[in-house]
């Protein structure tokens, strides 16, 4: 570390302290981090140019206005060459002139008199000031007068700009003029981001290269090989290129994109990082285009993805606020971290706030149904159509959309953009009950590939993460806060909105949570037919078989050791009161899950048969706050089951040729013994509470597993949750699928 950089970090009581680039550092990696970044290094080059400056420099006072930079320059310029001139921008009384050479300003300084046009100029060494960072001005977010204000102040901001667009239109016509050569007739067209105009600074080019007229062209040119001659097509075009080594009409998507691959690599100038990913949804060659630091993707028989983004330019040229709206909500989620990597992506926030002015009163926007009936609205989507107006500014939408999915039943309802109705998921499955999309805690159907589920990637934490973040903007948006500015310069509308808050409180409640969402087309028949007999009582039957599957899966397919069960705990409802309430209503409540009598010697859960009652066991029930908790269940785990797990199924089935989805619990039961028969022991055993409870009611029914470690001095409980936060519902589903064959 050079003298200045010593003289620039000091100690503090909570690590260092940067005086150059005013900012705490923790500690000292992060300090030699930040003595090599960007930001330090390029404000010890400016203090070193601007002290080089001052040592070169002479400060000029005595002008009038009718002196200009020129006459100053052409003056001092005896005394050696002058670089600079710099005049007071307000009265142009005074100036600094400054050198290339020291040597210049000294022999101006030695100088006795100065005269310029007939006044006596004075001129002394310029004042050598401490170099401070200036740091940029805020912007004026918060100072905007109204909330639709703010809002169009953050569109301008985050929108692409013209030159933005500009410059991916010229990389869309090259990539066009060069796989044309290659690829006769084809066709690049633009979808996604970059066109449907929800896109943002630095979003990826996504296009779509159409082979379907190269095919005909291929065909064409082979049928008439004979007559056009070898390697001639009839109008004279020759097919002895790449395109001569591969018949598309036959090749795989993964032959045509190394093709394009290699195309891109040899004849795309600025172009690097080219590589094809076949494992995707749909296979994809990326490219970066190093000149505009621009990523992007090209894919094959993606029509649907140009129709989808045909649907957005509509909606947006139709309703100008849906655009404001998408901004916001984009940002909103991005804030409270519901958006990016595994979480929600853009284009199903999109759709959700789609759906939500679908079913405004009246409509802000058309169904993709009501499209059909329009007759302007055909082939290019190049038109619009007439929308009833309502009086409700961005502001007012915004606050809509957070009330309207703040109620919203996700996991009981499947989202259609066709219709513009939600569906419930039971009636959806009976419909497409083969085929059909991936259902999951939130479903929203993609307008076009009735198959596709865009929220299908989602876990049950962020959906509810989600519902309760619309919850609280709901509650913010009625307030004065949101709907004027505050006289005392607090944060109020958007700016206090998408301020975080409440991340690590919520981060760490819900840290170790899974939820088990009710889902009616997973029971067995004997549950499926009781379904519609008594709510309360089969919601608690429903939570009994779910504790029964939970309590097998730890202990007979994880091996996990039971040190105590669960009893239950409820002090909402009497006992006697509530079973009599259940006898009431006609139904007996299936006492396949027993409680023992004693915590710290309790008989496991056993789901048992209809007749196996016994009559000193304890019913769970549920309260008048329609919860049912039990107290927790304490496990002991010796091996780390939870890592190489797809190796060692990967080897079992090619083994035994076993089928990994007839046979699910049977070979992840064979590959936790094979774990714990070939690995070692934790040097220490892993301890942890599981509580199970019983939430909501009817079909938004769930049960909520509650996690807390209790021994962990190696530091693997969090892997082991991360793995249960996928296998656990998954195996859940399937046992219970199975009619608890195997509890």
Same mark, same amino acid.
């Given at each position: 570390?050079? &003298? ?18 005013? *900012? ?80 210049? %300003?000294?022999? /101006?300084? +030695? ?37 639709? @204000?703010?809002?169009?102040? %953050? &569109? ?10 500009? @410059? ?22 633009? !979808?996604?981001?970059? *066109? ?28 008439? #090989? ?24 036959? /090749? ?111 409509? =802000?926007?058309?169904? =993709? ?21 309502? /009086?409700?500014? @961005? ?89 004027? $500015?505050?006289?005392?310069?607090? +944060? ?82 009497? %006992? ?12 007996? &409540?299936? +006492?396949?899950?027993? #409680? ?9 859960? +056993? ?16 309260? $008048? ?15 780390? =089951?939870? @890592? ?13 040729? /076993? $089928? ?46 509650? !996690? ?14 991360? #793995? ?20």
């Amino acid at each position: 570390m050079s &003298v200045s950089m010593e003289a620039d970090i000091k100690t503090t009581p909570k690590g260092f302290h940067c005086s150059l680039c005013n *900012v705490n550092i923790p500690n000292q990696p992060s300090l030699e981090q930040h003595v090599k970044g960007r930001k330090h290094q390029t404000l010890s080059t400016v203090r070193c140019t601007r002290k080089s400056q001052e040592e070169r420099s002479v400060f000029v006072s005595g002008l009038k206005p009718n002196i200009s930079n020129t006459d100053l320059a052409e003056y001092f310029h005896r005394f050696g060459p002058v670089v600079d001139v710099i005049m007071d921008k307000n009265k142009g009384v005074y100036a600094i002139v400054q050198f290339d050479e020291i040597d210049g %300003m000294n022999t /101006a300084l +030695s100088c006795v008199e100065h005269r310029l046009k007939g006044l006596k100029l004075r001129v002394k060494p310029r004042e050598k000031k401490e170099f401070k960072l200036i740091p940029k001005k805020k912007n004026d977010f918060q100072n905007l007068q109204e909330v639709n @204000a703010q809002i169009l102040y %953050m &569109v301008e901001r985050f929108q692409l700009g013209d030159n933005e667009k500009k @410059a991916r239109s010229l990389v869309i016509q090259l990539l066009q003029e060069v796989f044309v050569e290659f690829f006769p007739d084809s066709k690049i067209i633009p !979808f996604g981001s970059s *066109v449907n105009t929800f896109g943002i600074h630095s979003c990826d080019l996504d296009l779509f290269l159409d082979l379907e007229n190269t095919k005909v062209f291929q065909a064409h040119a082979k049928a008439n #090989f004979e007559q056009a001659g070898e390697g001639m097509s009839d109008d004279g075009r020759s097919e002895d290129s790449i395109l001569s080594d591969i018949d598309l009409s036959t /090749a795989s998507a993964a032959e045509v994109l190394d093709l394009v691959a290699v195309i891109l690599k040899r004849c795309v100038p600025n172009v690097d990082k080219v590589h094809v990913v076949s494992t995707a949804r749909l296979p994809v060659v990326k490219f970066h285009h190093k000149e505009l630091n621009l990523h992007g993707d090209i894919t094959l028989n993606n029509r649907l993805a140009v129709r989808n983004t045909r649907f957005l330019q509509l909606c947006s040229g139709a309703e100008e606020r849906l655009r404001h709206l998408v901004y916001t909500v984009r940002l909103w989620a991005k804030q409270k971290q519901l958006a990016g990597g595994p979480l929600l992506n853009n284009y199903a926030l999109t759709l959700l706030v789609i759906f939500y002015l679908q079913n405004c009163d009246p409509p =802000v926007l058309p169904t =993709v149904d009501q499209l059909k009936h329009m007759e302007c609205v055909i082939e290019d989507w190049d038109c619009t159509f007439p929308t009833q107006a309502i /009086a409700v500014p @961005a502001s007012g939408l915004l606050a809509g959309f957070f009330s309207f999915y703040a109620k919203f039943e996700f996991t009981t309802s499947v989202i259609s953009l066709r219709t513009g109705q939600s569906v419930p998921t039971e009636t959806f499955l009976k419909k497409h009950h083969h085929g059909g999309p991936k259902i999951g805690p939130m479903n929203i159907l993609d307008p076009f590939e009735l198959s596709h589920n865009v929220a299908g990637n989602l876990n049950d934490r962020t959906a509810r993460s989600f519902q309760k973040e619309c919850q609280e903007a709901e509650k913010y948006c009625r307030s004065l806060q949101y709907q004027s $500015k505050s006289s005392k310069g607090k +944060s109020w509308g958007l700016v206090r909105l998408l301020t975080p808050h409440g991340e690590v409180q919520q981060a760490r409640a819900e840290l170790f949570t899974i939820s088990i969402p009710f889902k009616s087309d997973v029971l067995p028949e004997d549950l499926r037919n009781q379904q519609h007999i008594a709510k309360e009582a089969f919601s608690l039957l429903w939570f009994q078989r779910v504790c029964a599957v939970i309590e097998s899966i730890f202990q007979n397919v994880l091996k996990c050791q039971l040190v105590s069960a669960p009893e239950v705990f409820d002090a909402g409802e009497d %006992m006697d009161s509530q079973n009599s309430s259940l006898d009431d209503s006609g139904f007996s &409540v299936d +006492s396949s899950l027993e #409680f023992g009598p004693n915590i710290g010697v309790k008989r496991p859960l +056993s789901s048992g048969s209809d007749d196996s009652v016994s009559p000193h066991g304890k019913k769970p029930r549920l309260s $008048k706050r329609g919860r049912t908790t039990l107290s927790p269940w304490l496990w002991e785990q010796r091996h780390v =089951v939870w @890592a190489g797990r797809r190796k060692v199924r990967r080897e079992l089935i090619k083994d035994s040729e /076993a $089928k990994a989805e007839g046979s699910c619990v049977a070979l992840e039961t064979q590959v936790t013994s094979h774990i714990t028969e070939k690995e070692p022991e934790l040097k220490e055993v892993l301890q942890f509470k599981l509580q199970p409870q019983v939430v909501g009611a009817t079909e938004s029914t769930s049960t909520l597993l509650k !996690f807390q470690p209790i021994q962990d001095s190696v530091g693997v409980f969090q892997d082991f949750f991360h #793995f249960l936060e996928v296998f656990l519902p998954k195996m859940v589903e399937t046992m219970l699928l199975n009619r608890m064959d195997n509890v």
